[in-house]
């Protein structure tokens, strides 16, 4: 599907709100992918290339800067990504490791119009504690799970495809046809395609309603 024949236009993502609690989100109708990862993933960089807008989600190398739910809409019908707080600064102090976990927790739980969790990992570095714990959830959960192996170019093709299908044979162990996994660039924009061919099918109306 060509750019112009989209009926979700990712390069007309605005900024929406930010949240501190699940009340302060948007109403919780229409449909939201949420994004995912550890600190230093790169996942900002990989809406902002996404949207093809490098100031949209905010990157922050300062622990404690991305704490919040932000949510973006890309149409006036209810359709939104959402950058989830990152995780894995060491730094952090407990006592906010705990607000954020609880502040997930909610949001993935109780939001009712979530289609579909994108996970970002560094392909370098996969399946860490955090990556683990967003697995188990979407299993216990039946949440479909798009893998976003980020930072591809810092592999050579070879392994980085090599890394990409060991860890598909992996999850699809666990979780079946609900979890699709990919390699992605934001510094070569490579992948933007095949990720929005994945979201299209989790944020397109006649698609969602198909599958319910």
Same mark, same amino acid.
């Given at each position: 599907?060509?750019?112009?024949?989209?009926?979700?236009?990712?390069?007309?993502?605005?900024?929406?709100?930010?949240?501190?609690?699940?009340?302060?989100?948007?109403?919780?109708?229409?449909?939201?992918?949420?994004?995912?990862?550890?600190?230093?993933?790169?996942?900002?960089?990989?809406?902002?290339?996404?949207?093809?807008?490098?100031?949209?989600?905010?990157?922050?190398?300062?622990?404690?800067?991305?704490?919040?739910?932000?949510?973006?809409?890309?149409?006036?019908?209810?359709?939104?990504?959402?950058?989830?707080?990152?995780?894995?600064?060491?730094?952090?102090? !407990? %006592?906010?490791?705990?607000?954020? $976990?609880?502040? &997930?927790?909610?949001? #993935?739980? =109780?939001?009712?119009? +979530?289609?579909?969790?994108?996970?970002?990992?560094?392909?370098?570095?996969?399946?860490?504690?955090?990556?683990?714990?967003? !697995? %188990?959830?979407?299993?216990?959960? $039946?949440?479909? &799970?798009?893998?976003? #192996?980020? =930072?591809?170019?810092? +592999?050579?093709?070879?392994?980085?495809?090599?890394?990409?299908?060991?860890?598909?044979?992996?999850?699809?162990?666990?979780?079946?046809?609900?979890?699709?996994?990919?390699?992605?660039?934001?510094?070569?924009?490579?992948?933007?395609?095949?990720?929005?061919?994945?979201?299209?099918?989790?944020?397109?109306?006649?698609?969602?309603?198909?599958?319910?």
């Amino acid at each position: 599907m060509s750019s112009d024949q989209r009926i979700v236009h990712y390069n007309s993502a605005r900024f929406n709100t930010s949240a501190a609690k699940l009340h302060q989100c948007p109403e919780d109708i229409g449909a939201e992918v949420a994004f995912a990862g550890r600190s230093n993933a790169g996942k900002s960089s990989a809406i902002n290339t996404l949207t093809n807008n490098g100031k949209l989600a905010r990157t922050s190398k300062t622990p404690g800067r991305t704490q919040l739910i932000n949510f973006f809409d890309l149409s006036h019908d209810g359709i939104r990504l959402v950058d989830l707080p990152g995780y894995g600064y060491a730094k952090v102090p !407990v %006592e906010m490791k705990v607000h954020w $976990q609880k502040h &997930l927790g909610e949001y #993935l739980e =109780k939001r009712q119009c +979530l289609q579909g969790v994108v996970l970002v990992m560094d392909i370098r570095h996969p399946m860490k504690e955090f990556d683990r714990m967003m !697995v %188990e959830w979407c299993q216990s959960s $039946q949440m479909p &799970l798009h893998i976003l #192996l980020t =930072k591809a170019d810092k +592999l050579k093709k070879g392994p980085a495809q090599s890394t990409m299908l060991q860890l598909r044979k992996e999850l699809e162990a666990v979780l079946g046809d609900l979890v699709t996994v990919q390699t992605f660039s934001a510094l070569k924009k490579q992948g933007i395609d095949q990720l929005r061919n994945r979201l299209d099918l989790w944020l397109t109306p006649e698609e969602t309603e198909a599958d319910s």
